[in-house]
């Protein structure tokens, strides 16, 4: 049987306070982790691919981004859309009043799934907000992952929408470490962007006497960032509801050649996602590293600290090792769920089951609903071909495997 991501514990407790005015959005929640718990009972490894309920809708609602962080698989130091036309981005993004067309399909079909907007950064989206505001009347608990550009002007329309979950980037606790970690187009400030984005939206929640959206804290954990993640902490535990440290997505070159390898024998063509996430970094002091993250651990246990998760929830230095140095290891983590609870969406509207490696498409948002393509043979052929064969190659370190 396969591991799966769990919530902490803390993190519930600390968070059912703010949740517990919205029972919606917490049963949402709730039936996510059941299924998950449950989930090697409801998707025996003979499946012949099905999905049930669809848990979550994940939009890479937009490939535009003002940063160009160095752990980007998309526009990082190897990034998949570096150079690519920023014109033809534009073109081919989904308009608005399709997505919230395809979200009317998905309520009549009986699902309510939550919705995760991320990008490129998702408020460069200028439908941003009426998607939004859309999910969420229709009863889809809506996340975003951002690196805080336009929070500030937004923050009043998130708030009263209300947006569940505000997933912030912060990878420094200083202005110098974190934009040196994420350089903005032509010098922009981004660490200003987020404390003035976390400020405006603290306030309008005051304002509303609201606990929404949860804030998060999103910590990619890099060679810029490894020795400062107690000071991340201490610098944003007033401002945040809690904190997720990722150890980072990244493959090596011998993965991804195994992964094209792989995938072309399964599927008949080749990938190309998988080299935009090749990376080379490595901390030079794993005690280092795992003291601060036991460090994280300890600091916020107490009930007025603002709960610490680490993906994936690796401590001591021989499993940190392995992690960075030995591609190959999966800790245990052998099989997707997210392949049969997760929808995800590109920025064009191709629909793929992977979220990092999608070049596996079953279809096009913009001629097909996602209720006509969640069980179509293509979809099926997919979850089949991991059920039957396993893992492949590039699984081992993506966000889908570990981190969903």
Known sequence: MGKHSRVGLGVVLKSMRQLLRHPWIYHKLAALQLEKGLFNLAYPPSSEGRGHRIRQVSLRITDFCNLRCHTCGQWGDRGFLRGQDLKEFKKREVPASRYIEVFEDLKRHGHRPLLYLWGGEPMLYEGALEVIDAATKLGFPTSIATNGTRIASFAERLVKAPLFLMQVSIDGPTAAIHNRARPGVGGADNFADIRAGLAAVQQA?????????????????????YRHLLEIYEAFRDKVDLFVFY???????????????DFSRRFGFKPTRPWGWVGDWQPDDYRELNRQLEELQHRSRAWSAPPVTIIPPFLGEADLRTYYTDHRANFGFNRCLSIFQVVEVNSNGDLSPCRDYHDYVVGNLKEKTITELWNSEAYKKFRRSLAKEGLMPVCSRCCGLMGY
């Open 205 to 225: 929640r005051k304002a509303h006497r609201s606990g929404l959206p949860l804030i998060a804290s999103l910590t990619t954990i890099s060679r810029e960032n």
């Open 247 to 261: 150890l980072a997505w990244w493959i090596d070159k011998d993965r991804a050649q195994a992964h094209e390898d």
